[in-house]
């Protein structure tokens, strides 16, 4: 066979390996330079809260407001903004039930959000109870005829859950708590005291007394960041 031919040929299959190598590493880059634009705009559209939030930039916040805990709730919140989509927070609640008179709740909570203003608050809460027990004073006094009061006092521990939306405008915001519940795990023994005529005539600790879950609905609120 003729060198020349040789050549000729050897040198053809260089030349289309070179042109198929440099289409192929062509093809790679784009198709590597595309998928790295996809991720990118799958991050930002991930993360709505921290590109488009006014929490950008806050550090605490403060709030204050009222709903329904098994009764009518006026309440206060102290947070700290670990980053603009997760907060850390305090609370503080004072209720009014028909049951067991006044309550008293503290809890510590983890506020995650999940775009621009939607959020679930996951805490854990005590609450402490005393106070009269209305319902069962209007039918032990219906019956005897007597002027009886039972005062009851106990507490309870458990979880918290909420879904809520939070609306801000530079440091201020508006927010509600639409529906959440709390579930106690652990209650105490209570204390009943009966009162006739104003004496104390009966005192006793009961482990009878348990703790149901309980909803916590249309919590509304205003506060301030900064």
Not at 39 to 56: F, G, H, L, N, T
Not at 125 to 133: F, I, K, Q, S
Request: charged share 20%; proline share 2%.
């Amino acid at each position: 066979m003729d060198s020349k031919f040789v050549s000729r040929r050897l040198a053809r299959t260089n030349a289309v390996r070179s042109f198929f190598g440099a289409a192929l590493v062509a093809v790679w880059g784009f198709g590597a330079n595309a998928v790295a634009q996809e991720q990118q705009q799958q991050q930002q559209d991930k993360k709505p809260a921290v590109i488009e939030s006014d929490r950008v930039g806050r550090v605490f916040s403060l709030d204050g407001g009222f709903g329904f805990s098994n009764g009518l709730a006026q309440f206060a919140t102290v947070g700290v903004l670990v980053t603009p989509d997760w907060a850390i927070e305090g609370y503080y609640e004072q209720a009014t039930t028909f049951f067991f008179g006044r309550s008293i709740t503290r809890a510590l909570r983890s506020k995650n959000y999940w775009n621009k203003t939607l959020y679930t608050n996951v805490g854990l809460m005590h609450r402490r109870v005393e106070g009269e027990n209305k319902f069962l004073d209007m039918l032990t006094t219906a019956f005897t005829g007597k002027d009886t009061h039972y005062q009851v006092m106990f507490w309870d521990i458990g979880p918290e859950i909420t879904v809520g939306n939070r609306w801000q405008w530079s440091a201020f915001y508006m927010g509600c708590d639409w529906v959440g519940v709390y579930w106690p795990l652990y209650t105490s023994s209570a204390r009943i005291t009966e009162f006739e005529g104003g004496s104390i005539v009966d005192q006793k600790n009961t482990d009878e007394l348990k703790s149901d879950p309980s909803a916590r609905l249309l919590r509304l609120y205003l506060g301030f960041t900064f």
